[in-house]
C-alpha cells in the first residue's frame, strides 16, 4: 500500500503543477484578450516555480516529487530507484499531467487557440539548438535536485525553494528559445489535451538528456564515496 502512496502523489503533484503553471498561461491569454495586462513570462515563470515550492514541502516526504519522467530516469541511470518503479513513476505523472490537461480544456476553452499552454519551439530556432537549450535547462534543474534534495549532506529545509527557483529561471531563459518547457511531463498534458504535439519530441530527448548528464556528474564527482 505505501507503494501505491507514491505513486498517487506522483499522480496528485504533476497535477498540481500542470494545473498551476498551464492554467497561468491559459489565464494569461484570456486576460489578453480581454485587453487587460497579462501575467507575462515572469509572472508564468513564478506560476510554475511555486508549484513546484508547494508540491516539494507538501509531497516530498512521500514520493521525493520527482513529477518529471526526467528526473526519475535520472535516478534510475543512477541507481537510487529500481526499474519498476521508476516506471510506475512515469505513468502516475503522464496520467496526472494529462488530467490535469484535459481539466483545463474544460474550464478554458477559449485557450485552444494556443493550444492550452502547449510548449513550442520559436519560430526559425533549428530543433538541435531547441534540444540543447531544454537539455541545458533541464541539467540545471535536476543538478539543484540531486544537491538540495537527495545528496544527504544538504540541510534539505530549502530544497523545496532552491528547486523551484531553477524552474522560474529555466522558464525565463528558456521561453523565447525552447518554451523553457522545463519537464517532459509539463509538455505532455497541454499537448496531449489539446492534440498538438508539434515539436513534442524536444522535450523528451533535451530533457532525459540533460537530467541524466546531470545525474551521473552528480554522482560521480559530487556524491559523498564509499570506501
Known amino acids: 500500500m505505501n507503494a501505491y502512496k507514491k505513486y498517487i502523489a506522483e499522480f496528485l503533484g504533476t497535477f498540481i503543477l500542470i494545473f498551476v503553471g498551464s492554467g497561468s498561461v491559459c489565464a494569461n491569454y484570456y486576460l489578453t484578450q480581454a485587453g487587460q495586462p497579462g501575467l507575462g513570462v515572469l509572472g508564468i515563470a513564478l506560476s510554475y516555480g511555486f508549484a513546484v515550492?508547494?508540491?516539494?514541502y507538501a509531497l516530498g516526504y512521500v514520493s521525493g516529487s520527482?513529477?518529471?519522467?526526467?528526473?526519475?530516469?535520472?535516478?534510475?541511470?543512477t541507481k537510487r530507484i529500481d526499474a519498476n518503479t521508476a516506471i510506475m513513476y512515469i505513468i502516475a505523472q503522464l496520467a496526472g499531467a494529462a488530467f490535469a490537461g484535459f481539466l483545463l480544456r474544460g474550464l478554458f476553452?477559449?485557450?485552444?487557440?494556443?493550444?492550452l499552454g502547449a510548449f513550442h519551439v520559436a519560430?526559425?530556432?533549428?530543433v538541435v539548438r531547441a534540444i540543447l537549450m531544454e537539455a541545458i535547462l533541464s541539467f540545471l534543474l535536476i543538478f539543484a535536485v540531486y544537491a538540495c534534495a537527495i545528496d544527504k549532506r544538504a540541510?534539505?529545509?530549502l530544497a523545496g525553494l532552491a528547486?523551484?527557483?531553477?524552474?522560474?529561471?529555466?522558464?525565463?531563459v528558456?521561453?523565447?528559445?525552447?518554451?523553457?518547457?522545463?519537464a517532459p511531463s509539463i509538455a505532455f498534458g497541454p499537448a496531449i489535451a489539446s492534440g498538438d504535439f508539434s515539436g513534442h519530441h524536444v522535450y523528451w530527448i533535451g530533457h532525459i538528456l540533460g537530467g541524466v548528464v546531470a545525474g551521473?556528474?552528480?554522482?560521480?564527482?559530487?556524491?559523498?564515496?564509499?570506501a
Open 216 to 226: 551521473l556528474l552528480y554522482d560521480k564527482v559530487f556524491a559523498e564515496q564509499t
Open 109 to 115: 476553452p477559449k485557450a485552444l487557440a494556443i493550444s
Open 155 to 157: 540541510s534539505g529545509v
Open 163 to 172: 528547486i523551484g527557483l531553477v524552474v522560474v529561471f529555466d522558464v525565463i
Open 53 to 56: 515550492v508547494a508540491i516539494v
Open 123 to 126: 519560430a526559425g530556432v533549428p
Open 174 to 182: 528558456g521561453a523565447t528559445v525552447s518554451g523553457g518547457a522545463v
Open 66 to 77: 520527482h513529477i518529471n519522467p526526467a528526473t526519475t530516469v535520472s535516478l534510475l541511470v
